[in-house]
């Protein structure tokens, strides 16, 4: 299908790019990798009067190590992400998570941070954000926020972010020492939309003993969402088979995912208990648990 009558500009700065926004308001996108906006715009599900297309602003591609952070700017591709070695050390979980994400072609255009602001709820990289507690940074001419993960996405294809508002960087904490971590996904074809997916960390304390655990499931709501009240139990038992099936178990009982013809609510609520109890085992095991 044809993309609909739109105005694209190709902003040369930041500076430029924000001026945009905050002249066209909500008859404005933001393009980056273009592999969800495109779609969405050829089937009508967007029709933006004004495309502003951030990809020759240079500052935006740089993807840094800060020491306690690993920072991309939001023009940072998924691939290269994948094959940085910095990335493998430093943010495992994400490192397992990227190669999930469509296939190679989508991985070279896909951006990090376009990944996060289109929010899709079924999205390998927004549960990444959840479970490592990442931050985005939002500008717009008003100026500049820090926005948490667990505040930046509010449902289905939609976050905090004002209409006049770019996301220009995302700030991943890097891995707790001692921290297993672990990333499972369920899908009918590699590349296909995930029916369940969590990303799981387990961090042991002095005695052996999970100091802190933590659990993100996707694909079941509107957005990526914590089993915090799991994580708390966790905290202070013994690592062991038992404790993470009924930690599995209470995951997924209050789960309420859709039906759809890839499965029912009740299939996903299974898949759910048996993905979070390989995601800590695996988590737990990275962190030096006998298998």
């Known amino acids: ?43 009508r599900l967007a029709r933006p009067a004004q495309l502003v297309d951030i990809n020759g602003i240079a500052s935006l591609a740089a993807m840094e190590d800060r020491g306690d952070v690993l920072a991309f700017g939001a023009i940072v591709r998924e691939r290269a992400a994948e094959k940085s070695s910095v990335v493998a050390e430093r943010a495992p979980v994400l490192a397992e998570a990227l190669p999930h994400i469509g296939h190679v072609s989508i991985r070279n255009r896909g951006t990090i941070g376009g990944s996060l ?27 500049e926020r820090i ?26 904490p890097a891995t707790l020492p001692g921290a297993g971590w672990s990333f499972q ?27 802190t655990a933590r659990i993100c499931v996707f694909g079941v709501a509107e957005r990526p969402l914590r089993i915090r009240t799991v994580e708390d139990a966790l905290a202070g038992a013994a690592p062991s088979p038992e404790a993470f099936e009924a930690a599995a178990a209470d995951a997924a009982r209050d789960l309420e995912p859709p039906s759809d013809v890839h499965g029912s609510a009740a299939y996903r609520r299974h898949l759910a208990a048996v993905t979070v109890r390989r995601a800590l085992t695996a988590a737990a095991a990275r962190a030096g648990v006998p298998g």
Do not use: Y
């Open 1 to 43: 299908m044809k993309l609909p009558p739109l105005h694209h500009n190709t902003p040369a700065t930041l500076e430029e790019a924000l001026d945009l926004l905050g002249e066209h308001g909500d008859e404005a996108k933001v393009i980056a990798g273009g592999q969800s906006l495109v779609p969405m715009m050829a089937m």
């Open 117 to 143: 602001a289109h929010a899709d709820a079924s999205a390998e990289l927004p549960a990444v954000a959840m479970v490592t507690d990442a931050h985005v940074v939002v500008r717009s001419r008003r100026g």
């Open 147 to 172: 926005v948490a993960a667990e505040d930046f996405f509010v449902g289905h294809f939609t976050t905090s972010l004002a209409d006049d508002e770019c996301l220009v960087e995302v700030r991943v």
């Open 185 to 211: 996904e369920v899908a009918r074809r590699q590349g296909d939309f995930a029916l369940i997916g969590v990303a799981a960390m387990v961090a042991l304390g002095g005695g052996g003993s999970i100091d």
